[in-house]
């Protein structure tokens, strides 16, 4: 009896002990003598960790410089797709734009039926201004189709295959087509030349020709409809000694960069051949 | 080999002469490159098929081209003409022939051009097709006479390996 009691006013000395600790530590009157005792040991634990892990890295880095070298790799990969990808979508948005101007072109005549195609190509000699396109006979393109874009005429087709067509540009030196000048109301000819410029010729002398006069196809000849737009007046050259006038004209095309046309299907040029004495 | 061969080259050159070629110009002259291929290889000794090569040639820029037929029908095996006459004189610097040949066919092909379309009613000024095109044709087909030669002598190298004598 008298050793149980001893035990027991043990136990009860020892739980008092431990319910006093953890009071202390619960009300936070024991953090700074833990602390005291701790921050030396996690300084130890600090110096010990910093050493092992340049340790590790010591043995580990070569490793990690060749999985880097792979990552590296295959992201730069990942990057030229990308980039490869970014020009290909720059190139089918400018390439839709260009669509979408047609269309606007095409829905603001809607009496005319138009085939769109894409230039695939220039004539191989420099003497002559003639484009490739990617429509031919299967598509129902003839010779002797006008040819636009957006903006205005480009030429007529002069030569077809199955797949392809040749068309002639307006800036060919072998162009003469007829049109009319809004503003000074007459009828002349525009002329193509080797250098890709292109003039109006055989206007009337008793007509003032006007810069930025606006030159528009007149339909004569049955060649071209009427009506499509040319370009402007640039800058007249009256001459007194001269029997008809002239004038350099700027085109409202830009035949260096022409991606895309509309061939318009429906008109049929006039043969007037067998007409000609 | 050397004859088959003459299908996707020469195809392959049309099309590089009609898209890439085509737009790169000196004023408005702009390069040959059949024209220049024809005589380069026509300048490789150990080609045996060059009158094939030229034919096909002349054939394919007629029929690609808006120029009249005749004028590379005429001009190619003229070229080819020339060269088998030159290489028996002067066969010791190939490197010299291809740019004899360059400007003779160069001013012989533009000169052709210039007078067809005269005769098909498409009048030149005689002034301004020599300033602005022939004089300009004749100095950038010089610019890649060099390595479209180098290309050809390569390429007739591998088609027609030289045997060693032992």
């Known amino acids: 009896m008298k050793r149980l009691s001893q035990r027991t006013l043990q136990s009860i000395t020892i739980g008092l002990i431990i319910l006093g600790v953890l009071a202390l530590a619960l009300s936070g009157l024991l953090n700074q003598i833990v602390g005291k005792v701790i921050d030396p040991l996690v300084a130890v634990q600090g110096w010990f960790a910093s050493r092992t892990q340049a340790m590790v890295e010591f043995f580990t880095v070569p490793r990690d410089v060749a999985t880097l070298r792979q990552e590296n790799a295959s992201l730069k990969d990942q990057v030229s797709q990308l980039q490869s990808e970014l020009l290909a979508a720059r190139q089918q948005l400018t390439e839709t734009d260009i669509l979408y101007a047609l269309l606007d072109f095409a829905r603001a005549k809607p009496e005319n039926k138009y085939v769109a195609a894409s230039v695939i190509g220039r004539d191989p000699s420099p003497f002559v201004k003639y484009i490739i396109v990617d429509h031919g006979s299967d598509d129902g393109i003839v010779k002797g189709m006008p040819v636009v874009t957006q903006q205005g005429l480009v030429g007529k087709v002069v030569a077809v295959t199955a797949t392809a067509a040749r068309v002639q540009l307006i800036t060919d030196p072998g162009s003469i087509l007829n049109v009319h000048l809004e503003e000074a109301n007459t009828d002349c000819q525009v002329v193509g030349s080797v250098t890709g410029d292109v003039s109006l010729e055989m206007v009337n002398p008793g007509v003032t020709l006007v810069q930025g006069d606006l030159i528009l196809t007149s339909g004569l000849g049955g060649l071209y409809p009427s009506d499509i737009l040319i370009g402007q007046v640039l800058s007249p050259e009256n001459s007194d000694s001269t029997l008809f006038q002239k004038a350099t004209v700027q085109p409202v095309v830009d035949f260096v960069n022409l991606k895309a046309v509309l061939i318009i299907t429906n008109f049929r040029p006039v043969d007037y051949t067998p007409l000609v004495p | ?166």
């Open chain 2, 1 to 166: 080999m050397g004859t088959l061969l003459a299908f996707p080259i020469i195809f392959i050159l049309l099309v590089l002469q009609t898209t890439l070629f085509s737009q790169v110009t000196l004023l408005h002259g702009s390069v040959d490159l059949v024209l220049l291929w024809v005589a380069a290889w026509s300048l490789q000794k150990q080609v045996t098929s060059a009158w094939f090569w030229t034919i096909l040639a002349a054939i394919a820029v007629a029929y690609i081209s808006a120029i009249p037929w005749y004028v590379p029908v005429i001009c190619y095996p003229f070229i080819t003409i020339i060269e088998k006459w030159i290489n028996k004189r002067v066969w010791q610097s190939p490197l010299l022939m291809m740019f004899l040949v360059t400007i003779i066919s160069s001013i012989v092909s533009n000169g052709l051009s210039y007078v067809a379309l005269a005769l098909s009613g498409v009048a030149i000024p005689l002034k301004t097709g020599l300033v602005q095109v022939m004089i300009p044709s004749v100095l950038i087909n010089l610019l890649l006479a060099l390595p479209v030669f180098a290309i050809a002598r390569d390429t007739a190298q591998w088609v027609y390996p030289l045997e060693v004598v032992e």
